[in-house]
């Protein structure tokens, strides 16, 4: 089954303590996302990667890292999370930069950070 | 002031209602025109997508883009109560920015029976 898996699905952890949330597609996508989903924001990108070791920011990139040493995983790491960085986060992934093609998503991390 | 700004409702209708879901755009470059629809708990999925002005019908639904007017919409019809999602007009601009989609705020639809 074509998935997009994340993990974990949610996490409670305080500022200051790195984290890193994982993010894999079976699909051999070429281009894979990820967003933050705030109330009333909508969704952000906040990196992406258009292949393996090409990533670029997103709108909202400040605080988090990425690295794609692998097609199938996009990890987002947190070195060292704060409140505003509450949200809904999604990995995304799709064949390539057409953004017609469907995008898929992963079923969502909720992270709260005390 | 938003790129894309969207209605975030909620949207409460009749089952069999026709639901009329909109954006309106400041940017003129966006030539690609996409809804997503999102299911509680779940990440979105793409429904529909357009490029440049038009129509585009797929079975109950229909994307309607009017560039002159930055103004985008999606039309359902018979809408059923598996029709209840929260919708999400994306947008992209082509040139340096392809592949790059700016997401409106998503509208929140509830369709009973």
């Known amino acids: 089954e074509a998935q997009v898996t994340q993990n974990p699905r949610y996490l409670i952890t305080v500022t200051g303590k790195k984290l890193t949330v994982t993010c894999s597609q079976n699909?051999?996508?070429?281009?894979m996302s990820w967003y933050r989903q705030d109330p009333g924001l909508g969704l952000r990108q906040i990196y992406y990667?258009?292949?393996?070791?090409?990533?670029d920011k997103g709108d909202v990139p400040e605080g988090y890292k990425v690295s794609r040493k692998e097609k199938r995983n996009f990890p987002l790491i947190l070195e060292s999370p704060s409140p505003n960085q509450t949200s809904l986060y999604f990995c995304?992934?799709?064949?390539?930069?057409?953004?017609?093609?469907?995008?898929?998503f992963g079923d969502g991390t909720r992270l709260s950070i005390l | 002031q938003k790129e894309v700004e969207q209605d975030p409702g909620p949207l409460s209708v009749p089952e069999g209602a026709i639901v009329s879901l909109n954006c309106t755009y400041s940017?003129?470059?966006?030539?690609?025109f996409m809804w997503y629809r999102q299911y509680s708990r779940k990440g979105p999925e793409l429904l529909m997508y357009?490029?440049?002005?038009g129509n585009k019908e797929d079975g109950r639904f229909t994307a309607q883009v009017d560039k002159s007017s930055k103004y985008i919409s999606l039309f359902i019809r018979d809408s059923q109560p598996s029709d209840s999602a929260t919708y999400l007009c994306?947008?992209?601009?082509?040139?340096?920015?392809?592949?790059?989609?700016?997401f409106g705020q998503g509208t929140i639809l509830t369709v009973h029976p």
């Open positions: 995304a992934s799709r064949w390539d930069r057409d953004p017609t093609q469907p995008q898929h």
């Open positions: 699909m051999n996508h070429e281009y």
């Open positions: 990667s258009m292949n393996v070791e090409v990533t």
């Open positions: 940017n003129s470059a966006f030539q690609y």
């Open positions: 357009t490029y440049s002005s």
């Open positions: 994306a947008m992209d601009a082509g040139g340096t920015s392809y592949g790059k989609l700016t």
